[in-house]
């Protein structure tokens, strides 16, 4: 029961950062918190929006600066970059993550670099 | 029913020269589907043999909640009645569920997590991450099958070898080998025997969808370069070998597979071949794995029936 009422919060959040990432996307350079909360309309709270926006700043997704005794923010990367990140997250935390998706190659075994350079040249070598 | 109800706990081993030769001999979606059927038949008439033999050590614990007819001293006598395998029986068989659950349970939360990281992404059959990292799997889902590679393994590809990484991706979500690949592992967890067939049909598999790329882009030079390649700019990934252990991995022999001839298309291998004796010998384990299998679970049926007063 826990378990699933964090998974619901946890796609909350996935969600959350797309609302917000899109929303500063939208914006014409750096957006304060302020400005994305009022541009994200009902339901937000400011907290809410400082959190989500400092996940996102962790995840590479935002950079800010100073400007006066808050914070500007501006977007660094998009959908496929965030998406990205949280790939690597799912592939990093599966120790054989081999068991599950079949990857186009396994990694190489101690003489197996060796043997495979000697394969391509010959191949290289008959066309 | 005697020793044979402890038979199918050690007929996967009849199994084991297929497992070996399949690679060579036969064709790799033969070799996928023929494996994994057998180590699926087997696996489960070896859960079932378990299943057998606990009830048997489940009738010797005080306080059981079976009926008392069943630890008769006739039943008893039927059954073969051995206090340390019986009770042997009721861990293992705790051991193989809980394994086979967790396996499957991993594998749905690997599925769930990998589609909701794409969550943002416009709904397409390819998901082009960006990312230094090089990588490229099938992602099979319930509404849309997805292939996820990412720019760091498509940058070191051309265009004719990126083809042939699609297609290779595309034949395995199109032939569904998450399904043989689940049940090979599940039949690895229900009885160790079998382990060699899991690890030759996650080759296999790997092989069908190489050739099933080099058929559909029409160049078995293409897709062997694009594995080469691939494998070369991501060797930073730990290969799960023993160091020191001499046999060349996966990727250089599905390279060389690829460089030499197409594998010819045999449905049933002749007898009086290497492969060929080794695909009757695991056919015939398999067969007698399922008779003793059923032959004991009938006979426990029939003799607990008659001892369980109505």
């Known amino acids: 029961m826990t378990e699933h009422r964090q998974r619901a919060r946890r796609r909350g959040q996935?969600?959350?950062?797309?609302?917000?990432?899109?929303?500063?996307?939208?914006?014409?350079?750096?957006?304060?918190?302020?400005?994305?909360?009022?541009?994200?309309?009902?339901?937000?709270?400011?907290?809410?929006?400082?959190?989500?926006?400092?996940?996102?700043?962790?995840?590479?997704?935002?950079t800010r600066e100073r400007a006066g005794r808050s914070f500007a923010?501006?977007?660094?990367?998009?959908?496929?970059?965030?998406?990205?990140?949280?790939?690597?997250?799912?592939?990093?935390?599966?120790?054989?993550?081999?068991?599950?998706?079949?990857?186009?190659?396994?990694?190489?075994?101690?003489?197996?670099?060796?043997?495979?350079?000697?394969?391509?040249?010959?191949?290289?070598?008959?066309? | 029913m005697?020793?044979?109800?402890?038979?199918?706990?050690?007929?996967?081993?009849?199994?084991?020269?297929?497992?070996?030769l399949a690679e060579q001999h036969l064709h790799p979606r033969?070799?996928?589907?023929?494996?994994?059927?057998?180590?699926?038949?087997?696996?489960a008439c070896s859960t079932l043999c378990l299943a057998l033999v606990m009830v048997v050590g489940t009738a010797q614990l005080p306080g059981n909640p079976l009926p008392d007819g069943w630890s008769d001293p006739e039943v008893r006598a039927a059954v073969p009645y051995d206090e340390i395998v019986g009770k042997a029986a009721i861990p293992a068989l705790g051991a193989v569920l809980a394994a086979c659950a967790r396996a499957l349970w991993r594998h749905g939360r690997v599925r769930r997590r990998a589609?909701?990281?794409l969550a943002g992404l416009p709904a397409t059959g390819v998901a082009v991450l960006p990312e230094a990292a090089p990588y490229a799997y099938a992602l099979p889902g319930r509404?849309?099958?997805?292939?996820?590679?990412?720019?760091?393994?498509?940058?070191?590809?051309?265009?004719?070898?990126?083809?042939?990484?699609?297609?290779?991706?595309?034949?395995?979500?199109?032939?569904?080998?998450?399904?043989?690949?689940?049940?090979?592992?599940?039949?690895?967890?229900a009885n160790p025997f079998l382990r060699p067939l899991r690890t030759a049909v996650v080759y296999t598999a790997e092989r069908w969808a190489d050739e099933e790329a080099a058929q559909r882009v029409g160049s078995r030079r293409t897709v062997a370069s694009a594995i080469g390649k691939?494998?070369?700019?991501?060797?930073?990934?730990?290969?799960?070998?023993?160091?020191?252990?001499?046999?060349?991995?996966?990727?250089?022999?599905?390279?060389?597979?690829l460089l030499g001839p197409a594998?010819?298309?045999?449905?049933?291998?002749?007898?009086?071949?290497?492969?060929?004796?080794?695909?009757?010998?695991?056919?015939?384990?398999?067969?007698?794995?399922?008779?003793?299998?059923?032959?004991?679970?009938v006979t426990m049926v029939l003799i607990l029936y008659a001892a369980t007063p109505l």
């Open chain 1, 73 to 127: 923010w501006t977007p660094d990367s998009d959908q496929a970059g965030l998406a990205a990140h949280r790939m690597r997250r799912v592939l990093d935390a599966e120790s054989d993550r081999e068991a599950v998706l079949a990857s186009f190659v396994t990694g190489l075994g101690p003489d197996d670099e060796r043997l495979l350079r000697e394969l391509l040249d010959q191949s290289r070598g008959e066309d």
């Open chain 2, 30 to 43: 033969t070799a996928t589907r023929l494996l994994t059927g057998v180590a699926t038949v087997m696996a």
């Open chain 2, 263 to 297: 594998p010819a298309v045999r449905c049933w291998p002749s007898l009086f071949t290497s492969v060929g004796l080794a695909a009757w010998c695991a056919a015939a384990g398999t067969a007698a794995s399922a008779m003793s299998s059923a032959n004991s679970a």
């Open chain 2, 230 to 257: 691939a494998a070369l700019v991501s060797r930073g990934t730990p290969a799960a070998t023993l160091a020191g252990f001499a046999a060349p991995g996966p990727v250089p022999r599905r390279v060389a597979a």
């Open chain 1, 14 to 62: 996935g969600e959350l950062e797309a609302l917000v990432l899109r929303a500063l996307r939208e914006a014409d350079g750096p957006a304060t918190a302020g400005w994305v909360q009022e541009r994200l309309g009902g339901g937000l709270a400011y907290t809410t929006v400082i959190t989500i926006l400092t996940r996102l700043l962790a995840k590479g997704a935002v």
């Open chain 2, 2 to 20: 005697g020793f044979f109800v402890f038979l199918p706990l050690v007929l996967p081993l009849t199994a084991w020269p297929i497992a070996r």
């Open chain 2, 143 to 189: 509404q849309r099958d997805r292939v996820v590679v990412t720019t760091g393994l498509l940058e070191h590809l051309e265009p004719a070898e990126r083809r042939a990484l699609f297609a290779h991706e595309r034949a395995h979500l199109a032939a569904g080998h998450h399904r043989f690949l689940l049940a090979v592992q599940l039949a690895a967890r």
């Open chain 2, 115 to 117: 589609h909701r990281a």
